[in-house]
Every structure is written in structure tokens, then in C-alpha cells.
């Protein structure tokens, strides 16, 4: 089994910055892609970015120019630092991870989903 858990949530001003943090445990191999999705009330979970094990990113248009992702493959860790936040970014942040496991001789990927951090831009 594997466990994502995430840290970093909050609430913050407009115009302010959060930094979210994802920690993958378990029966890990290794990690291709790690990204980070959110969810606000009333709407569908969408893609807010995206890294491979290479590093490269991938980011929605609306916060592109605002959040950085990172990883530490070592650590299995993924982090977003989202800077100029607005009321628009409110949302469930998930951390998501597609880990690769191995039993026997076989490698499976599994998809992965930490519990959700709350992050709310209000003033």
C-alpha cells in the first residue's frame, strides 16, 4: 500500500502565497508523474499541475505565470508554491501520484490520491 499525505493548507489573503507539500510512503519502486489537482464546491476536479520523474511540468492556464511545481525524487515528495493567489484559487488541493510497484518480476502502476488540503483566498 502506499499513503500520500499532504500539509500546507490554509487561509490566505488575496495577493499572498501557500506552499503545498505531498509525501509518498509505502511499497514504492518508483514514481513517474505527480501533480496536483483541485476541487472547489460545485465544480469539477481539475488538473492544476503536473511533474514528471524527468521534471517536466505541465500547468493549467489559469495559474501558470503564479504556481511552481517541484519534486524531490528522493524523498517521493512533490511540492506547489502558488504565489499572487486569488479568491478563485479557493479549493480542495489533492496530491496525486502514479507509483510503480513491483511483485515478483512485474512492475505495476498504480494512481494514487492523498486526502485533500483545504486552501481558501479570502480577505
Known amino acids: 500500500q502506499v499513503q500520500l499525505v499532504e500539509s500546507g493548507g490554509g487561509l490566505v489573503q488575496p495577493g499572498g502565497s501557500l506552499r503545498l507539500s505531498c509525501a509518498a510512503s509505502?511499497?514504492?519502486?518508483?514514481?513517474?508523474?505527480m501533480g496536483w489537482y483541485r476541487q472547489a464546491p460545485g465544480k469539477e476536479r481539475e488538473l492544476v499541475a503536473a511533474?514528471?520523474?524527468?521534471?517536466?511540468?505541465n500547468y493549467a492556464d489559469s495559474v501558470k505565470g503564479r504556481f511552481t511545481i517541484s519534486r524531490d525524487n528522493a524523498k517521493n515528495m512533490v511540492t506547489l508554491q502558488m504565489n499572487s493567489l486569488k479568491p478563485e484559487d479557493t479549493a480542495v488541493y489533492y496530491c496525486?501520484?502514479?507509483?510503480?510497484?513491483?511483485?515478483?518480476?512485474?512492475?505495476?502502476?498504480?494512481?494514487?490520491w492523498g486526502q485533500g488540503t483545504q486552501v481558501t483566498v479570502s480577505s
Open positions: 511533474i514528471t520523474s524527468g521534471g517536466s511540468t
Open positions: 509505502g511499497s514504492i519502486f518508483s514514481i513517474n508523474a
Open positions: 496525486n501520484a502514479m507509483v510503480v510497484t513491483t511483485l515478483g518480476l512485474n512492475q505495476y502502476e498504480y494512481d494514487y
